[in-house]
């Protein structure tokens, strides 16, 4: 992912957002290589799952979504409102 839309202050293109949604499975690539971390990439890539299927990268719903993956949904947008990142710019609520 380029710096300049990870950095982007303004809300996402509908280009931009398909790029960045994919970021959780880029993610969990990159961990899934690391030695020892393999065991997490399910989490990164389930942290933007919703409880009712709705979100992504599968639309995967409920139990299914691994624990560690809904409580890194929770942790990400605080952490995204507390840093230079800005509050979710994709979407506008």
Not at 22 to 43: M, Q
Request: aromatic letters at 8%; proline letters at 6%; charged letters at 25%.
């Amino acid at each position: 992912m380029s710096p300049e839309l990870l950095l982007k202050q303004d809300f996402l293109t509908e280009e931009e957002f398909a790029i960045m949604r994919k970021h959780a499975e880029y993610g969990s690539a990159v961990i899934g290589r690391v030695p020892g971390f393999s065991d997490v990439c399910d989490i990164i890539v389930s942290h933007h799952e919703r409880y009712d299927g709705a979100d992504y990268p599968h639309g995967t719903a409920g139990t299914a979504i691994p624990l560690g993956g809904r409580i890194l949904a929770v942790a990400d947008p605080r952490a995204c409102w507390s840093n230079a990142r800005g509050a979710l710019r994709s979407t506008p609520w």
